[in-house]
């Protein structure tokens, strides 16, 4: 969670990103490669995150260890980021990568929508598949190695946007690939104004099922709300909803727990 000068900061790249019209695809993989030198660069990282170096001293920074690697969108980018402060020096990075799969959304265009539930069905499909998940968790493997593997799985079953970000959660930067495609998840229904609420549930969900409780939680949170729903056996009556950090439970199994735990108090 950000917090202070690293959410200020996030912000306005975020909105300034908004203006930019060039190849959004492009520049979203130059962002992830400049996250992922900062990462890997501890030096370049400090320097560039210096509140007492200049901010153009920091600019030239950039400008000499990427060279003509970038655009001048990717360039101007990230020069800004780097003249502003940061509340931690890990921040830098994960804005510039969070900004980095903004533009990615924003290269599928009108199909920006459908990123974020491709990206959900890779989670479930990674999550049923225990050879593949072990595959992917393995440090013997290199990142390149996991990023073949989900390329030769995914490759034409879901649209260019999300495959690359598919490969982009498994950097390692986020513990897990599971964690990485989930946070990627919610930044792509962001990118459309959205929140997304999971639901769990015994059966799927009927459409008109679906609709009631769309709006009932877009009237709530006074926003968009998408709905991804989860069928888990173990869920016995009603539904589990989670949105951000809420999680409402109306499931027969959590009241019988709730009864269990006041017996034995």
Same mark, same amino acid.
């Given at each position: 969670?950000?917090?202070?000068?690293?959410?200020?900061?996030?912000?306005?790249?975020?909105?300034?990103?908004?203006?930019?019209?060039?190849?959004?695809?492009?520049?979203?993989?130059?962002?992830?490669?400049?996250?992922?030198?900062?990462?890997?660069?501890?030096?370049?990282?400090?320097?560039?995150?210096?509140?007492?170096?200049?901010?153009?001293?920091?600019?030239?920074?950039?400008?000499?260890?990427?060279?003509?690697?970038?655009?001048?969108?990717?360039?101007?980018?990230?020069?800004?980021?780097?003249?502003?402060?940061?509340?931690?020096?890990?921040?830098?990075?994960?804005?510039?990568?969070?900004?980095?799969?903004?533009?990615?959304?924003?290269?599928?265009?009108?199909?920006?929508? %459908?990123?974020?539930?491709?990206?959900?069905?890779?989670?479930?499909?990674? &999550?049923?598949? =225990?050879? /593949?998940?072990? #595959? !992917? +968790?393995?440090?013997?493997?290199?990142?390149?190695?996991?990023?073949?593997?989900?390329?030769?799985?995914?490759?034409?079953?879901?649209?260019?946007?999300?495959?690359?970000?598919?490969?982009?959660?498994?950097?390692?930067?986020?513990?897990?690939?599971?964690?990485g495609l989930e946070e990627f998840?919610?930044?792509?229904?962001e990118a459309k104004d959205e %929140?997304?609420?999971?639901?769990?549930?015994?059966?799927?969900?009927?459409? &008109?099922?679906? =609709?009631? /409780?769309?709006? #009932? !939680? +877009?009237?709530?949170?006074?926003?968009?709300?998408?709905?991804?729903?989860?069928?888990?056996?173990?869920?016995?009556?009603?539904l589990r909803v989670e949105i951000?950090?809420?999680?409402?439970?109306?499931?027969?199994?959590?009241?019988?727990?709730?009864?269990?735990?006041?017996?034995?108090?």
């Amino acid at each position: 969670m950000l917090r202070g000068a690293s959410a200020e900061a996030r912000q306005e790249l975020a909105s300034r990103l908004e203006g930019i019209s060039g190849d959004t695809a492009t520049l979203g993989e130059e962002l992830f490669a400049v996250a992922s030198v900062l990462r890997g660069e501890a030096a370049v990282r400090r320097i560039a995150t210096d509140a007492s170096i200049e901010g153009d001293a920091k600019a030239g920074l950039i400008g000499n260890v990427f060279g003509n690697a970038l655009g001048s969108d990717a360039v101007d980018l990230v020069k800004d980021a780097v003249r502003r402060r940061w509340t931690s020096p890990r921040d830098l990075a994960d804005v510039i990568e969070y900004l980095g799969v903004l533009a990615t959304v924003r290269s599928a265009g009108d199909d920006g929508g %459908r990123v974020s539930d491709e990206l959900f069905e890779v989670r479930q499909t990674v &999550d049923g598949h =225990e050879p /593949l998940r072990s #595959a !992917l +968790s393995d440090p013997a493997r290199t990142v390149a190695d996991k990023r073949g593997l989900l390329q030769q799985l995914f490759e034409g079953k879901v649209q260019p946007a999300t495959l690359v970000l598919v490969g982009q959660a498994v950097s390692g930067s986020h513990g897990s690939v599971d964690r990485g495609l989930e946070e990627f998840q919610h930044v792509a229904a962001e990118a459309k104004d959205e %929140r997304i609420a999971t639901v769990h549930t015994a059966r799927e969900l009927a459409d &008109d099922e679906r =609709e009631r /409780l769309t709006q #009932a !939680l +877009s009237r709530q949170y006074a926003t968009s709300v998408h709905l991804q729903v989860v069928v888990d056996p173990d869920v016995v009556g009603g539904l589990r909803v989670e949105i951000g950090d809420d999680v409402i439970d109306g499931t027969v199994s959590s009241k019988l727990e709730d009864a269990q735990r006041k017996l034995a108090g």
